[in-house]
């Protein structure tokens, strides 16, 4: 579609559905992500607004030997009590105090996964060796690791949070599923590290891309939204 064309109600669709098809991804398959792909839904990405066009978001594309290698080296230090107490998220993600609505919603989602993968409350081996999946990508053939410049401000993040987002959607457009993950920050000495990041970077999240198993029960979590009128005002007067 050229730039000032109205949309047609094939391209709406195709767009919408490129949205709405995009959920949480927790298994994938072991196909190859071509080169041209990942080029393409991260320079489609890059169209993202941010203030004054700074583009902030830095992407560390992992797949092979340096992916495994990461995933390994922070899969042991989170299944290790002694080394897992040594590592601290370097930003706040969630909320220090939890109220209703999030809280509820959060706890949705959680009890909601663990009951398609036969998890019980009580099982708490089980809950930790699922989250110790975050760490594996859940065996996605591409982890990518994204950073910030520790200079910029909340504007920026802002700004990385839709740079984010086109990821998600670009990928969908070439039949790809992602998952984001923040749980990577609370490992960020050792991304530093293993990535030989520089002093000024600081790691923003992670996230598995790669072909949706179909077939695996964890996949078929879609998470509720809210009805419209829970978050939207109308103002005409």
């Given at each position: 579609m050229k730039l000032f064309d109205a949309p047609t109600p094939d391209y709406t669709a195709a767009v919408d559905d490129a949205i709405t098809s995009r959920h949480s991804m927790r298994a994938y398959l072991p196909r190859e992500v071509s080169r041209a792909d990942l080029e393409g839904l991260l320079?489609?990405?890059?169209?993202?607004?941010?203030g004054t066009n700074t583009?902030?978001?830095q992407v560390h594309v992992l797949t092979g030997a340096a992916k495994q290698r990461l995933a390994d080296r922070i899969t042991d230090a989170y299944l290790d009590p002694?080394?897992?107490a040594e590592h601290h998220e370097?930003?706040?993600?969630?909320?220090?105090?939890?109220?209703?609505?999030?809280?509820?919603r959060r706890r949705?989602?959680?009890?909601?996964?663990?009951?398609?993968?036969?998890?019980?409350k009580a099982d708490k081996l089980r809950m930790q060796a699922q989250h110790a999946r975050n760490y594996q990508f859940f065996d996605a053939p591409v982890g990518l690791i994204f950073t910030i410049d520790r200079v910029m401000e909340k504007g920026s993040w802002l700004d990385y949070g839709m740079f984010l987002q086109n990821v998600m959607v670009a990928a969908r457009a070439r039949g790809l599923h992602t998952c984001p993950q923040a749980a990577f920050t609370?490992?960020?000495?050792?991304?530093?590290?293993?990535?030989?990041?520089?002093?000024?970077?600081?790691?923003?999240?992670?996230?598995?891309?790669?072909?949706?198993?179909?077939?695996?029960?964890?996949?078929?979590?879609?998470?509720?939204?809210?009805?419209?009128?829970?978050?939207v005002r109308f103002l005409d007067q």
């Open positions: 320079q489609v990405a890059a169209r993202a607004p941010s583009q902030p978001w002694e080394q897992h370097e930003y706040a993600y969630y909320p220090s105090e939890w109220v209703s609505p999030y809280i509820d949705k989602v959680g009890w909601d996964l663990y009951g398609l993968l036969g998890i019980g609370q490992f960020h000495k050792l991304i530093e590290e293993e990535l030989q990041l520089k002093p000024a970077q600081m790691v923003v999240c992670g996230m598995a891309l790669g072909y949706a198993d179909p077939v695996a029960v964890e996949n078929s979590l879609v998470t509720e939204r809210a009805p419209l009128q829970d978050f």
